[in-house]
């Protein structure tokens, strides 16, 4: 089946302007992700969702940064005032449970000049 | 929080060699421990995964071994192929917890023909 979808592939923003990153995770996973990926650093945690619980922000770096995920489903990271130090690959993954592995997208390049 | 430590940074081997690359963690709680390969420009991919029931598993020419007492894992590829270039991610989660994977930075691994 599909995997998970993110969009858009690249981003490239002017300073201070907002930004919107997608992610359609994998049919019935009930665990979304986002993680961070700088050049040349692991894989940052940004926030998590579990099904219809309150989602875990304790990874967002400021107040800039927020996300949503409708219906269990789609998940949006708006970036708001994007700043240079915010350009990273922005992955999200699901995974079928809490416990489970997870999957990941192709991620989503941003550019930030 | 949960903290993982990678090593090396880069590794080089030549085709046939056998590759390590070790992984420390900081949190006792932690009992589930995945690693990914991400090839260039692609998703990181998971391909293989230790629980902490077990001490070694073994998957082909890949095998992850784990050492709760001193908190550190590895992952083992032996006969190593050009294919296997790639970055390799290790992680540590605590299943039946919070259950939000700490990745550490990432090994490049370049398998010189």
């Known amino acids: 089946g599909a995997g998970v979808s993110q969009s858009p592939s690249n981003k490239v923003t002017e300073k201070g302007k907002d930004v919107e990153l997608r992610c359609d995770p994998i049919s019935g996973h009930t665990a979304l992700y986002w993680y961070r990926q700088s050049l040349g650093q692991g894989l940052e945690f940004l926030i998590y969702f579990q099904g219809n619980s309150a989602p875990d922000k304790s990874g967002l770096p400021s107040d800039r940064f927020s996300a949503e995920r409708t219906g269990g489903s789609v998940s949006t990271l708006t970036i708001q005032r994007t700043q240079q130090e915010d350009s990273a690959v922005y992955l999200c993954?699901?995974?079928?449970?809490?416990?489970?592995?997870?999957?990941f997208g192709n991620g989503t390049r941003l550019t930030v000049t | 929080g949960e903290n993982v430590e990678q090593h090396p940074s880069t590794l080089s081997v030549q085709e046939g060699d056998s590759a390590v690359i070790k992984c420390t963690y900081s949190d006792s709680a932690s009992n589930y421990f995945p690693w990914y390969k991400q090839e260039l420009g692609k998703r990181p991919q998971l391909i293989i995964d230790i629980r902490s029931n077990v001490g070694e598993k073994k998957d082909q020419r890949i095998a992850v071994t784990l050492n709760k007492t001193a908190k550190h894992f590895s992952l083992h590829i032996t006969e190593t192929q050009p294919e296997d270039s790639a970055v390799y991610f290790c992680a540590a989660a605590e299943s039946g917890g919070s259950y939000i994977p700490t990745f550490g930075r990432g090994t490049s691994l370049i398998v010189h023909p």
């Open positions: 993954a699901s995974s079928q449970n809490r416990d489970s592995p997870l999957h």
